[in-house]
Nanobody, 124 residues
Framework: VQLQASGGGLVQAGGSLRLSCAAS????????MGWFRQAPGKEREFVSR????????YYATSVKGRFNVSRENAKNTVYLQMNSLKPEDTGVYYC??????????????????WGQGTKVTVSS
């Protein structure tokens, strides 16, 4: 499956963005999906994940209460709604797909497929 993330851009602190991750070459209902981000000079970090049918959601502490992950399997798309953005949310955001069971999906190694990333810049 190929993943294409989009929706990034430049936004002021306190603003919102909605990222999309569109899949092709396969249907995403087979995959648990995750979002990660990487700030300049830092390691890639977990942001959020959602189970195959969307019943289980999980967020990093730093984004809990501000970000919402969702999916529309019929559209083969996963979303990340980001509200109350802060400068520290700046980075390249990646979506990823996992077929693995009994793994820690807050770690990048749990994912089999990755999108190319979309850049988010939050100005203060």
């Amino acid at each position: 499956v190929q993943l294409q993330a989009s929706g990034g851009g430049l936004v002021q602190a306190g603003g919102s963005l909605r990222l999309s991750c569109a899949a092709s070459g396969g249907t995403i209902d087979k995959y648990a999906m995750g979002w990660f981000r990487q700030a300049p000079g830092k390691e890639r970090e977990f942001v959020s994940r959602i189970s195959r049918v969307g019943g289980t959601l999980y967020y990093a502490t730093s984004v809990k209460g501000r970000f919402n992950v969702s999916r529309e399997n019929a559209k083969n798309t996963v979303y990340l709604q980001m509200n109350s953005l802060k400068p520290e949310d700046t980075g390249v955001y990646y979506c990823a797909a996992s077929t693995r069971l009994a793994v820690d999906r807050t770690t990048a190694g749990a994912y089999d497929y990755w999108g190319q990333g979309t850049k988010v810049t939050v100005s203060s």
